[in-house]
């Protein structure tokens, strides 16, 4: 083979790679992002596939493959997910350690976020704080406050309204002025020149309940997660559909950002944030406004950002139903102290 992984829709070459491993079926997945092409339509021409390559191809929706050196190991998974395939040459196993590591009791998508990490595309960033106390007027909101999640890991804190919840997502922000601590985003401090000049990495999502008529679009909403990199026209045009495709509001874009509902708010704001790159994502009540179909949206959403880019997520919420259902680690803030 020429390349290491063909793509062809019909008689057209649409997608070629060069790369190794599992990182050309990454790159396929980002040039699918940004391109409005039905996976399903697609014919992937890979030079050798393993399981966890099989499981790759299936996450990203490939209904049909020739491998040139094939391991049995891939034949099951494309066997239980509808896969029409053919090979050059088939083998009992393929020299490779992850190989080995994809298990038969993880899930498609259990697989997926696995390989991600294991090939440093996990988008996230971990967060420190360190005995963080904060002060407004004369009463203390948190107390010698700390919290340190990894890349990629999700939390949610609850608590009653009026404990600080919002508190922390501002100061994290870099908005409120800590009394004393310290919050690192992967090794730079909040407050620090640097950070002032790669604050875009934190994305910031609150529900809001504002009638505000100026006049802004919803892609020019997610544009603003571009407004400080120097871009031509056409390059922010591809990358705000592309965040917008991937949010599920691209057919919002010409539309008033105010005369959106809640949920349609919701996405357009992820894309925003999906536009600036933002590697840790902050969520202040995102339920607050929205009605039990915005809320599944945001469900969904999020499910789907953890198993993909994979962000740092946090998220303050005093919905329990609601968060049963997103089903993630959670600490309740209570007395300036997270529990």
């Known amino acids: ?16 790679s060069n790369g190794h491993w599992l990182h050309p079926l990454f790159e396929l997945e980002d040039y699918l992002k940004g391109e409005n092409i039905p996976p399903s339509k697609l014919f992937v021409h ?23 050196l094939l391991s049995e190991r891939a034949i099951p998974v494309f066997r239980a997910h509808g896969v029409e395939f053919s090979y050059g040459e088939l083998v009992e196993h393929i020299q490779c350690r992850t190989e080995d590591l994809i ?27 360190e005995n963080l106390t904060v002060d407004i007027g004369r009463k203390s909101i948190l107390e010698d406050l700390g919290l340190e999640l990894g890349r990629g890991e999700q939390l949610v804190i609850h608590g009653a309204n009026g ?21 690192r985003i992967g090794d730079i401090n909040v407050g620090s020149n640097e950070w002032r000049q790669k604050r875009n990495m934190v994305g910031y999502v609150h529900q809001e309940n504002v009638k505000n008529t100026f006049p802004i679009s919803a892609e020019e909403v997610a544009a603003i997660g571009l407004s400080e990199r120097k871009l031509s026209s056409k390059e922010i045009t591809y990358r705000v559909e592309a965040a917008m495709r991937r949010t599920g509001s ?25 536009c600036q790159n933002a590697r840790v994502l902050l969520f202040d009540e995102p339920t607050s406004f929205l009605d039990s179909g915005g809320k599944e949206d945001l469900l969904e959403l999020l499910n789907e950002l953890s198993s993909t880019e994979a962000p740092t997520m946090i998220l303050v919420s005093h919905e329990t139903a609601w968060l049963d259902q997103l089903n993630w680690p959670r ?7 997270l529990c």
């Open 1 to 16: 083979m020429e390349h290491s992984l063909i793509v062809r829709r019909g008689e057209e070459t649409v997608f070629t």
């Open 46 to 68: 890979d030079k050798i596939a393993g399981k966890a390559a099989a499981c790759l191809m299936v996450r990203l929706g490939i209904t049909r493959c020739r491998v040139e």
């Open 103 to 129: 298990t038969d009791a993880m899930s498609i998508d259990d697989a997926y976020l696995f390989l991600r990490k294991r090939a440093g595309r996990v988008q996230g960033l971990p967060v420190k704080i």
């Open 163 to 183: 404990t600080g919840k919002t508190t922390l997502l501002r100061t994290i922000l870099g908005f409120v002025q800590p009394v004393q601590g310290t919050i």
């Open 250 to 274: 691209l057919h919002l874009a010409k539309q008033s950002y105010h005369s959106l509902s809640g949920g349609e708010k919701q996405r357009v704001s992820l894309a925003r944030c999906l």
């Open 331 to 337: 600490k309740e803030l209570k007395g300036g102290q």
